[in-house]
């Protein structure tokens, strides 16, 4: 396994336009999660998924962004008509949930940066 | 809310001298406790973890002790060299996310 894997490491879009990030996180992980990174901040949490269902989205989260997970395997994130202020590093993590609850570490992939100009 | 704060960097060293990255938190109950590091072009990895109180987790020579009543868990090394310039993260694990302080960028000079 190569670890959690986004795409595509760049992206650079016109304002207004409409872009999707796609993550395929570590294939045993039941658990997916989307940060957002801005320069010099650390990753801010954006939502996740346990399985193929959102357990959680944070307020960060407008109606302009969906996440899904469909088969409980990938995720996308789709951002709707994008604004300046949407730059940034967009991250995903994987970890695994057991039985018991407990959570091991996250992994993350290497991050989707994103310029709107 | 929950919160993690760190000491602003950057933070510049000369190769083997001694490491402390400062980090505190504010939570309710007894979160997990993290230090994440991010080299450059790289994505974030787990350096080490605490789970409770006066647990010390430790990798690659970097250790940081879960101090409850301080809410502390302070990075420290005690020789640093030139490959661990980095910006690294401490976090805490609340409610299933993983909470981040602002980082802290680290310059080691030969």
């Known amino acids: 396994d190569t670890g959690v894997s986004q795409n595509p490491r760049h992206k650079i879009t016109k304002r207004g336009q409409n872009v999707t990030f796609r993550c395929d996180p570590i294939s045993e992980h039941n658990r997916l999660y989307w940060y957002r990174q801005t320069l010099g901040q650390g990753p801010e949490f954006l939502t996740y998924f346990q399985n193929e269902a959102q357990l959680e989205k944070s307020r960060l989260l407008s109606d302009r962004f969906s996440a899904e997970r469909p088969k409980g395997s990938f995720s996308t994130l789709e951002i709707q008509r994008t604004e300046q202020g949407d730059s940034a590093m967009y991250l995903c993590a994987s970890s695994l949930v057991t039985l018991q609850g407990a959570t091991a570490e996250a992994f993350f992939g290497q991050g989707t940066r994103l310029t709107v100009v | 809310g929950d919160s993690v704060t760190q000491m602003e960097g950057p933070v510049t060293l000369s190769e083997e001298a001694f490491l402390t990255i400062n980090c505190t938190y504010t939570?309710?109950?007894?979160?997990?406790l993290f230090w994440y590091v991010q080299y450059p072009g790289e994505g974030l990895q787990l350096l080490l973890k605490?789970?409770?109180?006066?647990d010390k987790g430790s990798n690659k020579g970097f250790e940081a002790t879960y101090r409850k009543e301080t809410t502390s868990f302070h990075l420290e090394k005690g020789s640093v060299q030139v490959s661990d310039s980095a910006v690294y993260f401490c976090a805490l694990n609340r409610d299933d996310k993983i909470i981040f302080g602002k980082g802290t960028r680290l310059h080691i000079l030969p």
């Open positions: 605490a789970t409770k109180a006066d």
């Open positions: 939570a309710t109950g007894y979160p997990s």
